[in-house]
């Protein structure tokens, strides 16, 4: 429990045998409930994450049958948190690369009320400069392209998979609907835009050691361009209906607070201000 709310913590994993105890070992004790969703690994990651249930009561395992992708698995865990009474739902990955002393800031927006969805940021922090060139220039492209497509204008490390949802708002989404696979970040925050969130990011740290990632570019561009296109024709089609919800995205600073009020330019669906009669 964390400030009087169940906290539950979903870990998409796949073929992450070596490195998910260590990422388990790492969560902190305000930490409700652990899920671990197996995407159908081919290595031992669905015995390796029993046998660490087995020891400790608040770790549990889903196993889908078959490699069914990211987004898939994260929301098959978000679905078990939400039948199991949690408040508010963190996404970390089984590779160990969210630090989990960041946790509480991730959680704290959603907590506190002050947003729907928290997305980490790693992009203000100091050590940036251990995330691979090209992979943050393709963040910070798709990030635009993001923002252009959901209305949310300020996203910036829109590809972070350091999460936290609060349980109001996993109701309100189409979960099934949401692309299963490598774009499912992107598809998260178009739906998100389109159910009126409040969106928050705050600083995280970019982590980078033995894992290695399953990104590839030629696996991406593809199913992002189709999400995108996607998006852009709900938006048009949405721009069309009078009271349209909007979202709105706050940027933190590495000490929590605010960077002034809501983005200048955060102006999802009805972008244009209506003119003044």
């Known amino acids: 429990m964390l400030e009087g709310k169940r906290v539950a913590v979903v870990v998409p994993a796949y073929c992450e045998e070596a490195i998910l105890p260590r990422t388990l070992a790492g969560l902190p004790d305000f930490v409700d409930q652990v899920i671990v969703v197996d995407d159908g690994s081919p290595d031992r990651t669905f015995e390796v994450a029993r046998a660490l ?14 490699n069914q992708g990211v987004g898939c698995a994260i929301v098959r865990g978000y679905e078990r948190a939400l039948a199991s009474g949690a408040d508010v739902v963190a996404v970390m990955a089984a590779d ?5 002393a960041d946790l509480p800031a991730v959680l704290a927006p959603v907590l506190e009320g002050r947003a729907d969805y928290v997305k980490g940021n790693r992009l203000r922090h100091p050590e940036i400069g251990r995330m691979p060139p090209l992979r943050r220039a393709g963040t910070a492209v798709l990030a635009r392209l993001t923002s252009l497509v959901s209305g949310l204008e300020g996203l910036e490390d829109t ?10 708002m996993l109701r309100a989404l189409p979960l099934r609907e949401l692309y299963p ?3 499912y970040p992107n598809d998260m925050l178009i739906r998100l835009a389109e159910q009126g969130a409040r969106v928050a990011q705050p600083v995280v740290r970019p982590v980078y050691a033995d894992e290695v990632s399953g990104l590839k570019i030629s696996r991406v561009v593809g199913p992002i361009s189709g999400i995108l296109l996607r998006g852009a024709m709900r938006r048009v089609r949405r721009l069309k209906v009078a009271g ?3 979202g709105d995205v706050v940027t933190l600073r590495a000490d929590g607070a605010s960077e002034g009020d809501l983005l200048a330019g955060a102006q999802p669906w009805d972008a244009a201000p209506a003119a003044a009669e």
């Open 244 to 246: 349209a919800t909007r």
């Open 96 to 100: 160990d690369q969210m630090d989990p």
């Open 159 to 168: 590809q972070c998979g350091y999460t936290a949802i609060s349980r109001q």
């Open 181 to 183: 696979r490598y774009g």
């Open 53 to 66: 249930a087995r020891k400790e009561a608040r770790v549990e395992v889903v196993r889908l049958g078959f």
